[in-house]
């Protein structure tokens, strides 16, 4: 898709300014850092079944309500703070996926002794890197990394992260990069 910039863009992010913005500065970018990460990973949960734009447009108060991702205050969140998210209008308000963010910032917190976060998220990029998709019809919602890193999330006590949702994570935290050939992002 050619953008009222002159620039060309994978066909989604023409949809909306905040795609655009998304689709420019970090969709498909390599992200690092537990906080980051379990942001992306959190972001991605909620997601499911909703629209990304949804998403991207509460992102703020996501991170308000959220302590800003820092997984240490989110994994001591209790009952009050259950109750306070699911009154917080600037956020996705269901119950799962807010008790999954706490059980998940908890599960976090236990892979620290075994390297972190980002180690564990990162061991599942695929290597060789997948060829760049040509069309939209080429861009998978799975794959065999994404089915291994739900299934090795899940086994740590993670929750909504299945397969479709793990390789939304890797693409927005750059394990896999879709941007289509042409695109300028993937030129850069």
């Excluded at 795609?19 to 992306?40: K, M, N, P, Q, S």
């Excluded at 302590?67 to 306070?84: H, L, N, S, Y």
């Excluded at 899940?154 to 929750?159: E, H």
Aim: with cysteine; hydrophobic share 45%.
């Amino acid at each position: 898709m050619l953008g009222a910039d002159g620039l060309r863009r994978c066909a989604w992010a023409g949809q909306a300014p905040d795609y655009t913005a998304y689709h420019d500065g970090e969709w498909g970018r390599v992200v690092h850092g537990e906080r980051a990460l379990f942001e992306r990973l959190t972001l991605e949960a909620f997601q499911s079944g909703l629209s990304w734009i949804t998403i991207l447009r509460k992102r703020e108060g996501f991170r308000r309500a959220f302590a800003e991702f820092d997984v240490d205050a989110i994994a001591a969140f209790g009952p009050g703070d259950g109750a306070r998210l699911m009154a917080d209008v600037a956020i996705v308000r269901n119950g799962a996926k807010i008790r999954a963010a706490v059980a998940n910032a908890r599960a976090v917190v236990d892979l620290r002794v075994d390297g972190g976060l980002d180690a564990f998220v990162w061991s599942f990029a695929p290597d060789p890197a997948p060829p760049r998709p040509t069309s939209p019809a080429e861009i998978r919602a799975t794959s065999p990394e994404s089915v291994a890193l739900a299934k090795a999330l899940k086994a740590r006590g993670f929750s909504f992260v299945g397969p479709t949702t793990s390789y939304a994570g890797m693409q927005a935290c750059g394990l896999v990069d879709d941007h289509l050939r042409g695109c300028h992002v993937a030129a850069a």
